[in-house]
T-cell receptor, first 111, second 116 residues
Framework: DAKTTQPNSMESNEEEPVHLPCNHS???????IHWYRQLPSQGPEYVIH???SNVNNRMASLAIAEDRKSSTLILHRATLRDAAVYYC????????????FGTGTRLTIIP | DSGVTQTPKHLITATGQRVTLRCSPR?????VYWYQQSLDQGLQFLIQ???????AKGNILERFSAQQFPDLHSELNLSSLELGDSALYFC???????????????FGEGSRLTVL
């Protein structure tokens, strides 16, 4: 599986936008970019995913670089509930079905 | 609430024992995945079943086994337990075999296993 690199931790102020970066320089043309998050004492939760184009949903936006070697998860207005570990995951369209979780970014929201 | 139910939520047992963890997927979901999360290893994929058949295998120990039943619930059996098996075990489900396009796995809240 292609690897991703994320900062170990980030802090952000409540009610401000948060940009969570992910580098995936070895991404292949068939790899989808998935983001999950894990709130304290809970199972991982799907956030968003995309292939080439930027994506928006009710939770977040995903900005994918033109060369696809990096992506950014954008939380438009962070709340205390967004404090979690955020995982950026690559999955090949032709690979097996597992999602391989890395160490993720621990996001702390400051009130 | 993801719709995925895992039991028990907590389990304490001794080394050498055997336990069974149960997972009920979301209604209609045919795929079930098992993950192990320990402090030093992070989230590790163990195994996937689709409609009763094993489809993908990860770093699952030979002491561990799983199955998916005709009603689509799944069980993860852990035997000859060791201290290092203490972890959170998550089950996830998906309606499809290949999640690449849909992107979404639905995770349960996990079963916390403590081996003393």
């Amino acid at each position: 599986d292609a690897k991703t690199t994320q900062p170990n931790s980030m802090e952000s102020n409540e009610e401000e936008p948060v940009h969570l970066p992910c580098n995936h320089s070895t991404i292949s043309g068939t790899d989808y970019i998935h983001w999950y998050r894990q709130l304290p004492s809970q199972g991982p939760e799907y956030v968003i995913h995309g292939l080439t184009s930027n994506v928006n949903n009710r939770m977040a936006s995903l900005a994918i670089a033109e060369d696809r070697k990096s992506s950014t998860l954008i939380l438009h207005r962070a709340t205390l509930r967004d404090a979690a570990v955020y995982y950026c995951i690559l999955q090949s369209n032709f690979g097996n079905e597992k999602l391989t979780f890395g160490t993720g970014t621990r996001l702390t929201i400051i009130p | 609430d993801s719709g995925v139910t895992q039991t028990p939520k907590h389990l304490i047992t001794a080394t050498g024992q055997r336990v069974t963890l149960r997972c009920s997927p979301r209604s209609g979901d045919l795929s079930v995945y098992w993950y192990q999360q320990s402090l030093d290893q992070g989230l590790q994929f163990l195994i996937q079943y689709y409609n009763g058949e094993e489809r993908a295998k990860g770093n699952i120990l030979e002491r561990f086994s799983a199955q998916q039943f005709p009603d689509l619930h799944s069980e993860l059996n852990l035997s000859s337990l060791e201290l290092g098996d203490s972890a959170l075990y998550f089950c996830a489900s998906s309606p499809v075999y290949r999640i690449t396009n849909t992107g979404e796995l639905f995770f349960g809240e996990g079963s916390r296993l403590t081996v003393l």
